[in-house]
């Protein structure tokens, strides 16, 4: 079942579809958790669905459908980051081998006298060469052949690969809509709003916080860094607590989140000459620099002295501007 927030557009591409105008590549992207990936998987079925006369989603009842659930549908492919076979680590990026072969698929006649459909799942992670033999693909469009590209990171793309695809953009819902569905995850209302507010109302994101307890969390980084400018906690401590487990990312991003909070404030407060105007641009690099550490969390390096670092300055900028 597709979100809601999922169905006007999945409307849109099978009525352009049927009548013709659906181009070859799709670029589907929008934030993380909002579904897209479960979107191209639910068009894809219904482009290869054999009742084709409904507008509504595949049947799961016909010989396209049957073996589209198993796994086994010849006319389909799924690209994206594969094993590495020698470490069974996951590989860096997509390869041009990936793509020339999907390419050379792509020509051959349907199995099932349908289309053929791609799906390229985080496409802002192929090498150069790979988008660049995906562009030679994308230039000579054949019929009843067609992509959809994967992305939360559409600017990381090759600006040549954005133009030959139609962009769809997969934003999340309202306010109320989202409280809504968040709540029909069996969250509670309170909750619900608060994981709304933080996961800056993607009701996707806010759930899988949730599952995660974001909420606690959350309270506790807010905790750490409170004690942590009293005095109160070593920047040593604490810094291995936030790098103990699987949530170390999530710790940071609230913590550049509510630093950023206060970052505001203090603008507000700057501007109206209550702070010195120094110390925005302060706490702005100090977000920064956590941000940074953030994104090498995924490198084998050790980020211990580098955090407890950043709670030292944390604790100096706010005494020294508070
Ligand atoms: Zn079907």
């Not at 590549?25 to 191209?40: R, S, T, Y």
């Not at 793509?99 to 099932?112: C, D, H, K, V």
């Not at 995850?185 to 993607?202: C, F, R």
């Not at 005095?231 to 630093?259: H, N, P, V």
């Amino acid at each position: 079942m597709l979100q809601p927030w999922l169905l006007p557009v999945f409307d849109g591409v099978v009525k352009a579809y049927y009548s013709g105008h659906l181009g070859h590549a799709q670029l589907l992207h929008g934030p993380q958790h909002l579904g897209k990936d479960a979107l191209a998987q639910a068009l894809a079925q219904r482009l290869l669905c054999q009742r084709q006369n409904s507008q509504q989603m595949a049947c799961g009842e016909c010989t396209a459908c049957q073996r589209f659930v198993q796994g086994s549908h010849g006319d389909f492919r799924r690209i994206g980051i594969e094993l590495n076979e020698r470490t069974g680590k996951p590989k860096t990026a997509i390869g041009v081998d990936q793509i020339r072969a999907m390419s050379e698929w792509l020509i051959l006649t349907a199995q099932l006298s349908g289309p053929r459909v791609v799906i390229i799942e985080t496409a802002h992670r192929m090498n150069v060469q790979a988008s660049n033999a995906l562009l030679k693909t994308l230039e000579e469009p054949m019929p009843g052949r067609y992509l959809f590209l994967i992305t939360d990171q559409p600017k990381m793309l090759p600006a040549t690969v954005r133009s030959r695809c139609q962009r769809i953009a997969i934003a999340a819902p309202g306010h109320d809509p989202a409280l809504q569905w968040v709540m029909q995850q069996g969250i509670k209302p309170d909750a619900a709003e608060t994981l709304l507010l933080l996961a800056g109302h993607n009701p996707g994101l806010a759930v899988h916080w949730a599952q995660m307890d974001g909420i606690a969390i959350h309270q506790q980084v807010r905790k750490d860094l409170e004690a942590c400018m009293k005095g109160q906690s070593s920047t040593a401590d604490i810094a291995k607590q936030w790098l103990a487990d699987e949530q170390t990312e999530l710790r940071l991003l609230f913590c550049a989140q509510i630093a950023h909070g206060l970052s505001a404030k203090w603008a507000k407060a700057s501007s109206q000459g209550q702070q010195k105007p120094q110390s925005v641009q302060k706490l702005q690099e100090w977000i920064d620099g956590i941000n940074r550490l953030r994104l090498s969390l995924s490198q084998p390096l050790r980020h211990d002295l580098g955090l407890a670092g950043l709670l030292f300055d944390w604790r100096q900028l706010l005494q020294e501007f508070r």
